[in-house]
């Protein structure tokens, strides 16, 4: 189809994308149903429950609002379910060996929430609702305990949006009143404990749950029949979908997703985007011009099998293996200096299964742009460490990044891979389609260039975790041979090639770049994650009729479920070169 990848003789206009008209969509939704299936407001909920005798509201995590459902229903009997957990000392002391005093790494809970539960209390509060005369209300974290095969109203919450909860100092953690605590030492501890516990028992009482409680914005709540919910999930995961994304600045960022991307203008940057993070982003739900925002993570358990095919539901269970994410340094500065860990060592250390592979393909590069990636050859890692050490602790001394780590300049299109051991980082003016595999905060800053943090304080740095997974033959040779640019032609058709561009055979996903005029057909054995890295607009279509057409924009990250089977990718405009990158998990992972 052509020899430079670079260039499109039909497309002369320069590759950058900065003035252009965004067509990128921030608030993709997933067509769910009418606008009759949807109850809107605390009065419309309150009416639509008042004939229920015994409501249990079980919350996840962050949830606010539910006075307001409280105050609406004057039940004869309230119970909290927060006064039915142990006291705050005591969950603090079942949660440190989780927690720990890392201000951002801790383990991975094997706790449920009955083991937070005081016995006593519950039991009390069973009594209590089983005997009360008139109207019950049950509600918050585990309120569904305290009602045993009684129908629940379950109010879930997409994490980001708990995070923000966080941030704003507007929720405590499960159990414990921490408002002193900063918003990571608050994230950390939802991200080892809350959401862990949380998820562990929404599993148990899917069968009980009779309406989906939309808090996102707790002004405006709405509530959708759990039949409604579940029949959305279940069709979701037989047709493309896009989560929403999510923006956040950084010490580092830059500028090119507010303007691609047309979000965040008024802020000093943005350094992220994460548009496939299933774990946090949510899934809008489109009932005509309503929606209703439910967790994507909730799609990963309802329709695991499903939405990641056998195999990868074999070898991952209920987890989406495969992250994407946007790293904007166009007018800003270097990522921090990074590794991440070992399988063993995430393993150990951390209770993951499996760790933070992943790679860096560009988007988009300023003419001086570079990464890091790699040692050069011969570094002595004592040295080098002792180095780091230094430039921590020595006020004025400077790291000297050149003397250790190979840098490499990048250009649009190219793909750097970045498997786990790999000191590495995205150098300024680089615009990176970040792909990896999902655990996605167990990165180990080495050296952050002398700066601070968004908040005025030094970010944390982790050589003690760092030193022990740097790979010393992960150098220079290696990284010219192994990991740039690793691409080569599999296949090809009228109108469109197939071109295999990683990963490194350690990790499990594997990446192929499609460029195409007409239609690139898709034949893959578990769920695909592509973005469609050039060109306008394309359309994702069933060769056997098996989903409406759906159509993706510049820089859009869309999965495409085990589920929906075969497809293709074509130009919405015909004879326009366009590309995808695509990845999956490798067969045999």
């Not at 609002?65 to 957990?85: C, I, K, Y």
């Not at 695991?304 to 074999?314: I, Q, S, T, Y």
Request: with cysteine.
């Amino acid at each position: 189809m052509r020899t430079d990848p670079r260039v499109d003789p039909a497309d002369p206009t320069p590759r950058h994308r900065i003035g252009r008209r965004s067509t990128y969509d921030k608030h993709p939704s997933v067509p769910a149903g009418s606008p009759s299936d949807v109850t809107v407001g605390w009065d419309a909920i309150a009416s639509s429950l008042s004939g229920v005798r015994t409501v249990v509201l079980e919350t996840y995590p962050g949830v606010l609002g539910t006075d307001e459902l409280v105050r609406r229903l004057d039940p004869d009997l309230v119970v909290d379910a927060g006064s039915l957990l142990l006291s705050e000392p005591e969950v603090r002391r079942l949660t440190e060996p989780f927690v720990g005093d890392d201000p951002v790494f801790g383990y991975m809970t094997s706790l449920r929430l009955s083991d937070l539960v005081d016995g006593a209390a519950l039991q009390r509060a069973r009594e209590a609702v089983r005997d009360a005369p008139g109207r019950v209300l049950v509600h918050g974290t585990g309120a569904s305990l305290a009602a045993p095969g009684a129908p629940v109203v379950y109010a879930g919450l997409p994490r980001w949006e708990a995070t923000q909860r966080q941030r704003r100092g507007e929720a405590d953690n499960l159990g414990v009143h921490n408002p002193d605590d900063t918003p990571g030492e608050r994230y950390k501890r939802a991200f080892f404990v809350d959401w862990r516990v949380a998820d562990r028992h929404r599993r148990t009482i899917w069968d009980r749950i009779t309406h989906y409680l939309d808090t996102t914005h707790p002004d405006r709540p709405k509530m959708i029949d759990s039949r409604v919910w579940y029949e959305a999930l279940a069709r979701t995961a037989h047709r493309p979908f896009r989560v929403v994304p999510y923006f956040d600045p950084a010490p580092w960022g830059g500028h090119w997703m507010q303007e691609v991307c047309d979000v965040g203008r008024g802020q000093a940057n943005l350094g992220w985007c994460f548009d496939c993070v299933p774990e946090e982003n949510s899934l809008l739900l489109g009932f005509g011009a309503e929606t209703v925002e439910v967790p994507s993570i909730d799609l990963v358990f309802r329709e695991p099998k499903a939405l990641l095919g056998e195999a990868v539901w074999g070898r991952f269970g209920e987890e989406f293996p495969i992250r994407f994410d946007f790293l904007d340094t166009m007018g800003g500065g270097n990522l921090s200096l990074q590794v991440h860990p070992l399988t063993s060592y995430i393993q150990r250390e951390f209770g993951m299964h499996y760790t933070q592979d992943e790679s860096y393909y560009l988007l988009d590069a300023e003419p001086d742009a570079t990464v890091y990636l790699g040692l050069r050859e011969g570094v002595d890692r004592d040295e080098m460490v002792a180095d780091l050490r230094r430039a921590q602790d020595e006020p004025g001394w400077t790291f000297p990044d050149d003397r250790y780590v190979n840098r490499f300049p990048a250009r649009r299109h190219d793909h750097f891979l970045i498997p786990a051991g790999t000191v590495h980082c995205s150098g300024a003016g680089s615009m990176v389609l970040e792909i990896s595999a999902t655990p996605y905060i167990f990165t180990f800053k080495l050296w952050d260039w002398d700066r601070l943090g968004l908040d005025g304080r030094p970010r944390p740095i982790h050589i003690d975790h760092g030193e022990p997974n740097i790979l010393v033959e992960r150098d220079t040779g290696y990284a010219r041979t192994r990991l740039l640019n690793q691409v080569r032609t599999v296949a090809s058709g009228p109108g469109w090639t197939e071109e295999r561009t990683g990963l490194h055979p350690a990790e499990f996903i594997e990446t192929r770049r499609h460029w195409f005029t007409g239609p690139a057909p898709h034949t893959v054995d578990g769920v695909a994650v592509l973005n469609l890295v050039d060109g306008e607009a394309a359309v994702v279509e069933s060769p056997e009729g098996g989903f409406e057409p759906f159509e993706v924009h510049h820089a859009e990250t869309f999965i495409v479920p085990a589920g929906a089977g075969p497809f293709s990718v074509r130009p919405v405009e015909p004879g326009r070169l366009h590309a995808t990158v695509r990845a999956t998990v490798r067969a045999g992972h």
